[in-house]
Nanobody, 115 residues
């Protein structure tokens, strides 16, 4: 299983980014996917999750109405659209999936929100 995140960067408050997570090594369309983040000095927290079909999504209260998770099963990719970014959204964002064989993580992509 391989998960590769991309799309992070430096953005001003109020700006937007789209993160991508390209998956391989498993049947992507059979599994839910999640995005987590870890800010400096803090634990890793769940940001958003999406069911295998894409029909069900869940969000942390802190990002509801600002972030959107979606997936393209034909491209084996899950996305996280980040809008109205705040300095407190600064973190490394990780893609995650849990299969019958284990719990898998990407290497992370840095999002920095600063003026």
């Amino acid at each position: 299983v391989r998960l590769v995140e991309s799309g992070g960067g430096l953005v001003q408050p109020g700006g937007s980014l789209r993160l991508s997570c390209a998956a391989s090594g498993f049947t992507f369309s059979n599994y839910g996917m999640s995005w987590y983040r870890q800010a400096p000095g803090k634990g890793r927290e769940l940001v958003a999750a999406i069911a295998s079909s894409g029909g069900v999504t869940n969000y942390a209260d802190s990002v509801k109405g600002r972030f959107t998770v979606y997936r393209d099963n034909a491209k084996n990719t899950v996305y996280l659209q980040l809008n109205s970014l705040k300095p407190e959204d600064t973190a490394v964002y990780y893609c995650n999936t849990r299969t019958r064989k284990g719990d898998y993580w990407g290497q992370g992509t840095q999002v920095t929100v600063s003026s």
